[in-house]
């Protein structure tokens, strides 16, 4: 899938993982949307990094009415250039200080936690995923296969691993989302890859006391720029389809 001049979606691309796939296909010539709560992070990377990045205000992912407005908004403001691909980064990994119970250190997660993470990390990717694959039905066939889209997902090595109770179930769905929507998707020329990352360098391992394990080799936590390579990799390989590609270093948790 060609990147310049075409337009992406990235959710969490106000920071993290997410921030830097934006500086990557803004530099690749893309135009890019992105969705974040985080709307004066976004602004400032708008500053830095000029017209081709917008932003449509607070964009909470799990809202069906705001993902639509964002669309809208994005579209409308890059006019010509059609939407090829959402790279869906937004996620939390621990409940609102506020909430009781944090899953480890002997308290249980509770039911509002688990409701809280599993709506975000799981109900926010897939709206973002469904709203902008029924766009994408409407772009023309491009190159020789006739590709509409590409939808990048991201889980975590937690979900496929098996720990912390509602992060990594959010994850756990995550990955198991990619090979149904990439069959439902693939009458559409639209792929859909998952990348499950292990512990990278970003302000998300701030919010939790847990402390994640180095990778094995190298040995060390990954890096935003490492991720980004990995999606544009992903965009512009058309046989990486329906997959979850680990990016974790041989870590197994
Ligand atoms: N950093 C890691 O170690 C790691 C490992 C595995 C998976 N991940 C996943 O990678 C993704 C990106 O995380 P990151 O490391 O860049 O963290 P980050 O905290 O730097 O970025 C996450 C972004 O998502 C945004 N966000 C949160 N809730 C949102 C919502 N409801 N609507 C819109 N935006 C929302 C935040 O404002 C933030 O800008 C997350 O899904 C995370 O679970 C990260």
């Not at 990278?200 to 094995?216: E, G, R, Y």
Request: charged share 15%.
């Amino acid at each position: 899938m060609q990147i310049k001049g075409n337009t992406f979606v990235v959710t969490g691309g106000a920071s993290g993982l997410g921030e830097q796939a934006v500086r990557d296909l803004v530099a690749q010539g893309a135009n890019v949307i992105i969705m974040d709560i985080n709307h004066a992070r976004a602004e400032l990377l708008i500053k830095e990094l000029g017209s081709q990045v917008y932003s449509h205000g607070i964009t909470d992912t799990t809202s069906e009415s705001l993902v639509n407005e964002a669309l809208d908004g994005g579209i409308a403001n890059f006019p010509g250039s059609a939407l090829v691909g959402a790279i869906l980064c937004g996620g939390i990994l621990s409940p609102k200080k506020d909430q009781e119970g944090y899953g480890p250190d002997g308290k249980l997660t509770s039911y509002s936690q688990f409701k809280h993470i599993v709506t975000v990390n799981l109900f926010g990717t897939y709206n973002v995923a469904q709203q902008v694959s029924q766009r994408m039905l409407n772009n023309e066939e491009m190159g020789a296969d006739k590709e509409r889209g590409v939808i990048i997902t991201v889980s975590s090595i937690c979900g496929l691993d098996g720990i912390i109770v509602a992060y990594g179930t959010s994850k756990a769905a995550i990955a198991g989302l990619t090979l149904p929507l990439a069959r439902e998707l693939a009458d559409h020329g639209i792929r859909v890859m998952n990348i499950a990352p292990g512990p990278f360098n970003t302000p998300i391992l701030k919010t939790t006391d847990i402390v994640a394990p180095h990778c094995l080799f190298p040995r060390r936590n990954g890096e935003s720029s490492e991720f980004s390579k990995l999606v544009l990799n992903i965009i512009d390989t058309p046989m990486l389809n329906g997959s979850i590609i680990r990016l974790d270093g041989a870590l197994r948790t």
